[in-house]
């Protein structure tokens, strides 16, 4: 009789499991949103990066001249100049990263060479020259870039600080992550990737994290003085193997420069890579299957566990800043037609910046003619979103 009791209880528990799982989801019917146009602040066919602060967008771009030097404007929010600085140490230097920090202090790192001092030549005093020959001095030779430079600047434009780091071999600098507890860079080498922690204004380590099978775009240094680094990978890394054809990477390494975590986003046969992503782990990438190619948005918890995500049909590159009240913008340029916005018409080589809450709800989507190509974007309470494009367009939109 107990038996028969237990067997008619779980009987009766699997058939009201089976309701629940065939019974429909009901959801709110998502909010239709009107898309809204960018204004142009200005156009600077120079600019290489941006970043932006609370009070400014800031700039940069290389000049060559006698010498490479590097350029910095900061323009206000209607698109007026605030001010400009050149760097110019008297030898070569050229930026390629640019972040900003808590103080409002612009970073800048890149490469430099040492300043040769001058040769001094002596002329002989009543030296025979029947022919009238004019002697040529030499052209020094320029040296090599071989150093890494970080400048920090303050909100005003006046230089604070400059260190060198001088590297065994050549390196190009892909990224940079600054807060109090120190500096996290982010080289590329011949052989693979290195990640560079400084601290005190002094080289702590170096970490080479992979070889030229992996490739990360985004770092971000924590309070506790770990990096988290995004990209893609198809090589083992960290003990994970590769999963797809090419797996997207979600990487941890601690201050003492050990990797602590590897999280592999894949699908069977598919091509993955992380291209952006915010300081709150809003990932934005492209996914590669067959013909199909979509752009994907996923917001992670602080242990790379995806909390929720979605895919847009897309041209495959996109960008991802973090807004107001926990939301963040994606830009990317759309094929298909965006589901819940009037308004938008798809067109070749046009963007489309939306606008998430935090859990994942699209609440704004802005776009407009200009919007092409974006390759570097911010935003600020006062300021909005600001994006740059390969242009020179400098574009701001103001979302919720």
């Known amino acids: 009789m107990i038996v028969r009791k237990n067997s008619l209880k779980k009987s009766f528990l699997a058939a009201i499991a089976l309701a629940v799982a065939i019974a429909p989801i009901v959801h709110a019917a998502p909010k239709t949103i009107a898309i809204k146009q960018f204004v142009q602040l200005t156009k600077d066919v120079n600019a290489e ?5 609370s009070k400014a967008v800031i700039t940069y771009a290389n000049l060559v001249g006698q010498s ?3 350029e910095l404007r900061a323009i206000d929010f209607a698109g007026a100049q605030i001010w400009s600085k050149t760097i110019d140490s008297g030898g070569d230097e050229v930026a390629t990263a640019i972040s900003v920090d808590a103080q409002g202090s612009i970073w800048l790192v890149g490469n430099s060479a040492l300043v040769t001092p001058a040769e001094t030549f002596t002329a002989i005093a009543g030296a025979l020259n029947p022919d009238s020959v004019t002697v040529e001095i030499p052209t020094e030779i320029r040296g090599d870039m071989k150093q ?5 600047i303050s909100p005003t434009g006046d230089l604070l600080s400059q260190i060198d780091l001088k590297a065994t071999q050549p390196a190009i600098v892909d990224g940079i992550s600054v807060n109090t507890t120190g500096v996290s860079i982010l080289l590329s080498r011949e052989g693979g990737q290195a990640l560079v922690l400084v601290k005190g204004g002094k080289l702590d380590k170096e970490v080479k994290i992979g070889t030229t099978k992996s490739k990360f775009n985004v770092i971000f240094r924590a309070a506790d003085g770990s990096t988290s680094l995004f990209g893609s990978s198809s090589e083992t890394l960290g003990g994970k193997k590769l999963a797809g054809k090419v797996d997207g990477i979600l990487m941890k390494v ?3 420069g050990s990797i602590s975590s590897v999280v592999r986003s894949s699908a069977s046969g598919a091509i993955r890579d992380w291209q952006s992503a915010t300081a709150t782990n809003l990932l934005t990438g492209v996914v590669k299957s067959g013909k ?4 994907a948005i996923t917001k992670f918890n602080p242990a790379f566990v995806p909390t929720w995500t979605t895919r847009y049909p897309s041209s495959g590159t996109s960008l991802a800043t973090s807004a107001s009240k926990g ?9 298909a037609a965006l589901k819940g916005v009037t308004g938008w018409k798809q067109k070749k080589g046009q963007s489309v910046a939306l606008q998430f809450d ?3 709800v699209l609440i704004e989507a802005f776009t407009d003619s200009l919007l092409s190509a974006p390759f570097a974007a911010g935003y600020s309470a006062e300021g909005g979103l600001v994006v740059l494009t390969s242009s020179g367009d400098i574009l701001r939109a103001t979302g919720k």
Do not use: A, N, P, R
Not at 49 to 53: E, I, K, S, Y
Not at 148 to 152: A, G, H, M, T, V
Not at 327 to 335: A, G, H, L, N
């Open 254 to 256: 601690s201050k003492v």
């Open 49 to 53: 990066g941006m970043v932006v602060t």
């Open 358 to 360: 935090s859990k994942g």
């Open 68 to 70: 490479s030097d590097i």
């Open 327 to 335: 939301s963040v913008f994606v830009i990317f340029e759309s094929t």
């Open 148 to 152: 890494i430079s970080l400048w920090q």
């Open 292 to 295: 199909k190619i979509e752009t």
